[in-house]
């Protein structure tokens, strides 16, 4: 996926196939943010900046970047499993059963992708929020750009983890701290929304001076 254009990668996107889908956009909203995060501290590089703070944004985000193309693929393998796992025999109870835990078990294989995603935009939304008072001015609008893909990462992530909870009954997943684990993610979602706001706020705030 890393190596496919964007044309390519759309074209997938939009066709009738399982994967690539929502789940592997998240984790590419959350690239185009590292990106973004990236380039803004490239160009803050100059004396007027705090050189040691630009490093470690850039050695960071470049970082996450890698990750969540990394995230995006493992995202369309996970589902693959998921649609391999509906189509297992249930001519017996006995296959019935074995049906159903392969099931569930690819629905919490499913959810780590995005799960993983959830974290990488935490990241990401304390990293821009260190670049926006210390970032070059001229690019500050980038920003807030990548708040706002960090944002769709985030709440794309977070419904994918929902729909495949929703997908495994609670009998089904032995550990209850995986659910736990996996719904106490997904609200981070809230925190990085109301994050990436005042980013975004700040940025128009100043812009509009």
């Known amino acids: 996926m890393r190596d496919e254009t964007v044309g390519a990668f759309l074209g997938q996107l939009a066709a009738r196939v399982p994967a690539p889908g929502g789940g592997a956009t998240a984790a590419l909203h959350a690239a185009q943010a590292a990106a973004l995060v990236a380039m803004v501290a490239r160009y803050s ?23 969540a193309l990394t995230l995006a693929e493992a995202d369309a393998e996970a589902f693959g499993a998921v649609s391999a796992a509906y ?29 993983d995603v959830i974290r990488a935009a935490r990241r990401l939304i304390e990293l821009a929020e260190d670049l926006l008072p210390a970032g070059n001015r001229n ?22 983890i929902e729909v495949n909870l929703r997908g495994i009954k609670a009998s089904a997943i032995k ?19 109301a994050r990436a706001d005042r980013i975004v706020a700040a940025v128009r705030d100043e812009i509009s001076r």
């Open 45 to 67: 590089n100059g004396t007027r900046y705090d050189a040691d703070l630009m490093a470690r944004i850039i050695t960071e985000a470049d970082g996450l970047r890698d990750e």
């Open 87 to 115: 189509q297992l025999p249930k001519e017996t109870d006995e296959l019935v059963g074995a049906r159903s835990a392969a099931i569930a078990e690819a629905l919490v294989g499913a959810a780590r992708p995005p799960a």
């Open 139 to 160: 690019v500050i609008t980038d920003v807030a750009a990548a708040a706002e893909a960090t944002r769709a990462a985030a709440v794309t992530a977070r419904v994918n």
């Open 175 to 193: 550990d209850s701290a995986i659910r736990a684990e996996l719904t106490a993610t997904a609200a981070i979602t809230d925190e990085i929304i």
